[in-house]
């Protein structure tokens, strides 16, 4: 079993910068890949960023440019660094990891995020 902790998460104007963290524990040799992903009212979950253990990125079009994701293995954490925040950026943002030998895929509580003036 994985846990996933994320923190940082808060109310910020639109234009400005938020930090997340996620600190995984229990058994992180199981995954390799992390991401991030983000729910807002009335919308589907969708994934925002994910890197893998050899720091290889991939992002949503939607925060290309404003997203960076990034990860300290020795700490077992995954960082997203957002920039230039929009209102449409709000959501329930989620730590996700999938097992590199089951279906299994590990998933932390959520922190909300909300871009209002």
């Known amino acids: 079993q994985v846990q996933l902790v994320e923190s940082g998460g808060g109310l910020v104007q639109p234009g400005g910068s938020l930090r997340l963290s996620c600190a995984a524990s229990?058994?992180?040799?199981?995954?390799?890949?992390m991401g991030w992903y983000r729910q807002a009212p009335g919308k589907e979950r969708e994934l925002v960023a994910v890197?893998?253990?050899?720091?290889?990125?991939s992002y949503a079009d939607s925060v290309k440019g404003r997203f960076t994701i990034s990860r300290n293995n020795a700490r077992n954490t995954v960082y997203l660094q957002m920039n230039s925040l929009k209102p449409e950026d709000t959501a329930v943002y989620y730590c996700?990891?999938?097992?590199?030998?089951?279906?299994?895929?590990?998933w932390g509580q959520g922190t909300q995020v909300t871009v209002s003036s």
């Open positions: 229990g058994n992180v040799f199981s995954i390799d890949a």
């Open positions: 890197i893998t253990s050899g720091f290889d990125t």
């Open positions: 996700n990891a999938p097992s590199r030998y089951t279906n299994e895929v590990y």
